[in-house]
């Protein structure tokens, strides 16, 4: 391991609508930020000049020059190659075969690694978040999948090339509703986001969910987490027991998973549970505690994302500075 | 990292029914062995001399001399307290709170460490047997339950004090039969030896199986896992189809845990699995397949056991190389 003389970090969250860039000093404050549109459809070339802008107006806004800094971390939708830095195909975004790792190194002329965006997020709760110190983290983020990510004893968990932790995908119901990936009862297919929106908007359609209908109508696309939110607290009950319901699921494929890996902490993120912290908790929490097995009933906490929208730069920044001093 | 100047390792299985203790060189070839009934309602203290019996049975057949032992490594039952080396309460001996690493680190003057049975095997396998050299090796044994292991970058995966993997507590079939953990349709409870024999006996009873109502009869405890092979060979064809409902579960619940921790390998060991390889083989690796997610098809192996009943005495004694060396 070595001691860096390069004191600051970018960390870079390329989501499928929004990328963010922030700057951080060397023990991870914040000194300037960028957020963007992504625009996929305009394609990898303009995608890449976009990244490149958004980096260079965080230094900006940070004052520090690209000279200072001792790498770039960015978390992106995957599958990558890790290894090699390269996001493989990438279908929310259109790209295929992009050598970020590589573009990345020779603009900045700094290390520059690329990290799957929910093992980022979970390693940003681990080393700055919710779930600082902890031997095993486990970290749930519902949203249009259901992200997953695991850190154990200090390093993520990956497969061979990319990431692993496919917890979106772990059958929770075999005669369940037919999964994207072919399986049925996937817990995506009863407990994500999309899952959530698409039963919300049957109820809708019924009748039965005045206030969602007012607000977002029956799109899928409109049905997001703040307007579900805003549909239970103006009454619509049964928007809140589809949730429960959910969020139910997850607890149940969540003691599945502590069952295997004994986690000391479970970390819920994603913008509908940060809309709803309350209730994941609390269902979460007890479905979990009701399904592990008795040797485990004490043995973990569900917590929620401290880092909220930041968990990625920030994991993605850390995970570019250990790269760097263990090289 | 030391290098130790001692040469020889004991490695201890100690089974419900019988125990064994080998003595390994430093390449861990085997110098000499000992096997004897457990016993364990004879009392832990009863149990604990018996154990040192065998290890100085296994000692003189080596003609090794205790003073050479580097270290002594048990694999045990669980619940255990890793860190204390101490078997908190163990159902199938009747013993509580043993402190076995204590108690043979001053027998025999040398340091000693427990490890759960199954961890202790998947090690086996990953350090000398079937999945040397992998990345990630997840080993499955079914049995009268179903024990797991994961050995991931050279590391078994634990919990903060005992082992964890308790893939036989995954839920596959949340309508499925009561498991004796209180949860219905975990893993155990479909796919285990314990489950196939009393679907067995109810197709004796039903006089489907004439073959292993004349081999071993009705009782659970006589249809084991020759009279299983013996009863197909002989024409049992619904034995057969029991066996492969079950390994059917198996490659299910596999298939799960792949999505999770991206195993390059999986090992399928135990009694069972050694009676009939080929249709375990078979059966776990194309159901796994189907049912894993489109990226992992091709990303793993499923392998029968090389070691089989040496797998936990040559990973204990590895481990408690392991430890010594790492100290």
Redesign the interface.
Known sequence: MRRTTKKNWVGFDLGGTKMQACVYNDTFTCLGRKRKKTLGHEGSEAGLARIVETINKALNEANVAAASLGGIGVGCPG?LDLNKGIMIDTPNLGWKNVKLKEFLEKEFQCPAIIANDVDAGVYGEYRRGAAVGA??VLGVFPGTGIG?GCV?EGKL????K?S????G??????EGPLCG???HGCLEAVASRLAISSAAAVAAYRGDAPALLELAGMDLSNIRSAALRKSIEAGDHVIEQIIREAARWLG?GI???I????P?VVVLGGGLVEALPHLFLEVVTETARA?V???YVK?FQVLISKLGDDATTVGSACLARDAVLEE
């Not at 968990?157 to 061979?160: A, D, E, L, N, Q």
């Not at 692993?164 to 917890?167: D, I, K, S, V, W």
């Not at 995908?169 to 075999?174: A, G, I, S």
Request: proline fraction near 8%; glycine fraction near 10%; include cysteine.
């Open positions: 599958p031997r095993c997953g154990y968990i990956r497969g061979k990319g692993c932790m496919e917890l995908h772990l059958q929770v119901l075999p990936c072919g399986q149940v003691a599945n998973i069952n295997l890996l004994s000391d399904h097995m008795p040797a043995s």
